[in-house]
C-alpha cells in the first residue's frame, strides 16, 4: 500500500510530535505518527508519502534508519526529511541519502514548505 497524501513523523519526542501534527494537519495534510524508531519496518507495507525523521531517536540512530530505508526498494524513493538540532545537519542528512533537512528550531511555514515540496495532497 502507499498513502502517497500521508506524512509520517517518527520522532521520540512528544511535544515535537505533537507541534509538526498539528502544523501539518491545519495545513490540510493526513498524518500518522510513530514514537520510536523499531517499528520503522513496517514502512515496507504501508508507505507514507514522505517522512519527517529525527535522527536521535531513543534505541535507534535515525540517520541509520535513513541509510536502510534508501537502500530497500520499496522504500528508496520514499521522500525523508531528517529532523535535529545537530550543527551538522546538511552534511549528515547528505551522507546518509535524506531528500532534505530541517533543522530545530524550525518555523511552521519552514515545515509546511518542505512537505508540500514532497508530497501531493
Known amino acids: ?14 511535544a515535537i510530535v505533537e507541534a509538526l501534527s498539528l502544523m501539518l494537519e491545519d495545513a490540510g495534510y493526513a498524518v500518522r505518527t510513530l514514537r520510536e524508531g523499531e517499528t520503522f519496518e513496517a514502512l515496507q507495507e504501508n508507505v507514507p508519502g514522505v517522512l519527517l525523521l529525527d535522527i536521535w531517536l531513543s534505541g535507534r540512530d535515525g540517520s541509520a534508519i535513513c541509510s536502510y530505508l534508501k537502500s530497500q526498494p520499496a522504500t528508496r524513493h520514499l521522500p525523508i526529511i531528517l529532523i535535529s538540532a545537530n550543527n551538522n545537519i546538511v552534511r549528515i542528512a547528505a551522507d546518509v541519502g535524506a531528500d532534505d533537512y530541517l533543522a530545530k528550531p524550525f ?14 495532497r
Open 107 to 120: 518555523s511552521m511555514k519552514e515545515v509546511v514548505a518542505k512537505v508540500g515540496k514532497y508530497l501531493s
Open 1 to 14: 500500500m502507499n498513502s502517497s497524501s500521508e506524512v509520517l513523523i517518527v520522532d521520540d519526542d512528544p
